[in-house]
């Protein structure tokens, strides 16, 4: 495990890392929020949070005034939920992200959560670009679609599933054009953000790579 402890921020630290599925942002941000001692915000359970209280509620999920007004009262205890990995969140949180008002409010969410008074590691898909251009940190996590599918078939298959590799290559091929060619908030690397390519790197490698931009960043200010 790389030395972390003296890099601990003294002063608020906005940390914003982007990248496709299974690139390893999840796990990258999770340490460097334990590691420097910052809150970490996951903001792909977003959606999904606000998709299982409109189902528990009894909420019809295409009712867009109703699915504005749960996104408007998120805490971030709802995203603390056990429920919000499975399949069945992820089609629920397909419904309500249509929505502009459930959008808008989740950008709101977003920034007011990274720009607290000790500062944040958020991961997405569009953190450096849009939600916090004014990170003092900006990391871009990829790899190959190859290694990523590989990641994920292995990962369904420890999960008991029955999955074939070449159907999620082709699934994670269709999604990476899909989210880098949207009109609003495409993936893609902010302008200043480090491009860390994980696809021959381990956990600890990458992490170790990260807290050397971290202290550039502490170095340059």
Not at 6 to 23: E, F, S, T, V, Y
Not at 84 to 108: D, Y
Not at 123 to 135: F, K, L, N
């Amino acid at each position: 495990m790389p030395e972390i402890s003296g890099l601990l921020p003294k002063k608020p630290l906005l940390i914003a890392i982007d990248g496709p599925a299974a690139a390893g942002k999840g796990t990258l941000a999770q340490s460097l929020a334990a590691g420097l001692d910052l809150p970490y915000l996951d903001t792909g359970l977003l959606y999904r949070a606000i998709g299982k209280l409109m189902q528990i509620a009894g909420l019809d999920l295409d009712d867009a005034r109703a699915a504005t007004v749960v996104a408007q009262r998120l805490t971030p205890d709802d995203l603390r939920r056990t429920d919000l990995r499975g399949r069945e969140a992820g089609e629920l949180a397909s419904r309500v992200a249509i929505h502009p008002g459930v959008r808008a409010a989740l950008v709101a969410f977003q920034r007011d959560f990274a720009h607290g008074p000790r500062g944040a590691v958020l991961d997405g898909r569009d953190i450096g670009t849009v939600i916090c251009p004014d990170a003092d940190v900006k990391l871009y996590v990829t790899a190959s679609p190859e290694v990523r599918a590989r990641r994920r078939t292995d990962e369904l298959l420890a999960k008991g599933r029955a999955v074939d590799y070449e159907a999620i290559l082709t699934e994670v091929k269709a999604r990476d054009e899909r989210d880098s060619g949207r009109a609003e908030a495409p993936l893609r690397p902010a302008d200043d953000a480090v491009v860390i390519d994980t696809s021959a790197l381990g956990p600890d490698e990458v992490l170790a790579k990260a807290l050397s931009v971290v202290e550039n960043w502490q170095q340059a200010r």
